[in-house]
């Protein structure tokens, strides 16, 4: 791996060998210029690892994302089935004897013979597959 931290450690390295007097004005500026350069490598050396840590903790969340996702979207689709099967076809308009309100009702209640009370009038239907009887 040739991170900028082993470049500017292989720089040190040379210009040390190099025995540079730094009591000398280009001696100073380079000892400078290694500092800023170490100092440098290190805040990239860091920065690399607390990215990589943010890095990990966002794929973490994603992930735990996609499962919540899963279970919202999981959920409303549920209930888009369910509400495709309320489509007009299902429903067979009658209308109430009593009052002449429109009612709308479900084909299977129509089928199971039952009574149906007029939510206007609250008269007391019998639903039957041909007609519609009065109970009283
Ligand atoms: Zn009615």
């Known amino acids: ?7 500017v450690s292989y720089l040190k390295g040379y210009i040390d060998g190099l025995h540079i007097d730094s009591e000398t004005k280009e001696g100073k500026v380079i000892k400078e210029m290694v500092d ?3 100092c440098m490598a290190d805040e990239i050396c860091s920065l690399k690892n607390s990215n990589g840590e943010i890095k990990e903790y966002i794929e973490q969340i994603d992930n735990d994302l996609i499962n919540v996702e899963d279970e919202i979207y999981g959920l409303s689709e549920e209930i888009i089935d369910e509400g495709c099967e309320y489509n007009d076809e299902d429903f067979e308009e009658i209308k ?15 089928q199971s013979n ?5 939510p206007n009038c609250r008269y007391n239907m019998v639903l039957c597959c041909k007609e519609k009887e009065k109970t009283e």
Request: net charge negative.
């Open 1 to 7: 791996m040739n991170s900028v931290k082993q470049k």
């Open 36 to 38: 800023i350069l170490e």
């Open 96 to 110: 109430c004897p009593s009052c002449s309100e429109s009612i709308f009702i479900d084909k299977t209640l129509f």
């Open 114 to 118: 039952e009574h149906l009370e007029c």
